[in-house]
């Protein structure tokens, strides 16, 4: 089965800063690649599909890159609604996610 | 708007069946462009995928819970549903519904989710 690591585990930062996730992958799972957004009690929201598609509704400050085993999360400028858990999510062989990303106020 | 929401016992004991059921509602489950799955997260953990299901009947399941999952719709009620077997305290978590478009054939990501019920297996 495929494997996901995120770094770091957790990110301190500030409002206005700009914040990179990493997310790896145990094998090459081409741009099968999703990246999902949670905040204390309440469901994941889906805010990337396919590596670098941004669903509609989110953000454009959110981007996403990399293929293959590779792949980034970046926020261009922190906002206070973004302070939250972020995880990863592969979709090429079954689904599975990182343990996940927790982005707190510095 | 599509919303899903899950229901069923919060407690449950240990090496009973844990059964929940998602109500779809905004469209219907049988439009055949989704599958439909569940995942959980335990208390301050991570997010694990469980299975999913196309109304046709089309299943998938994690293959490291296989043999305790059984997944199945019934589209006269617009609903799926969860049945986890032989229960422990580590199956205690938040369990979410949630849709997944269909990619060519197969399920994609989640999509949209239910809020989320927590089940606790204790004595």
């Known amino acids: 089965d495929i494997q996901m690591t995120q770094s770091p585990s957790t990110l301190s930062a500030s409002v206005g800063d700009r914040v990179t996730i990493t997310c790896r992958a145990s094998?090459?799972?081409?741009?099968?690649l999703a990246w999902y957004q949670q905040k204390p009690g309440k469901a994941p929201k889906l805010l990337i599909y396919?590596?670098?598609s941004l669903e509609s509704g989110v953000p454009s400050r959110f981007s996403g890159s990399g293929s293959g085993t590779e792949f980034t999360l970046t926020i261009r400028s922190l906002q206070p609604d973004d302070f939250a858990t972020y995880y990863c999510?592969?979709?090429?062989?079954?689904?599975?996610f990182g343990q996940g990303t927790k982005v707190e106020i510095k | 708007q599509l919303q899903l929401l899950e229901s069923g016992p919060g407690l449950v004991k240990p090496s009973v069946t844990l059964s929940l059921t998602c109500t779809v509602s905004g469209d219907s489950i049988s439009t055949g462009n989704y599958f439909w799955g569940w995942i959980r997260q335990p208390p301050g953990k991570g997010l694990e995928w469980i299975g999913s299901i196309h109304y046709s009947g089309t299943t998938y399941y994690n293959p490291s819970l296989k043999s305790r999952v059984t997944i199945s719709v019934d589209t006269s009620k617009n609903q799926f549903s969860l049945k986890l077997s032989s229960v422990t305290a580590a199956d205690t978590s938040v369990f979410y519904c949630?849709?997944?478009?269909?990619?060519?054939?197969?399920?994609?990501?989640?999509?949209?989710w239910g809020q989320g019920t927590m089940v606790t297996v204790s004595s």
């Open positions: 094998q090459s799972i081409s741009t099968w």
């Open positions: 396919k590596a670098s």
């Open positions: 949630a849709r997944q478009p269909v990619e060519v054939v197969t399920p994609d990501v989640f999509d949209i």
């Open positions: 999510q592969q979709y090429d062989n079954y689904w599975t």
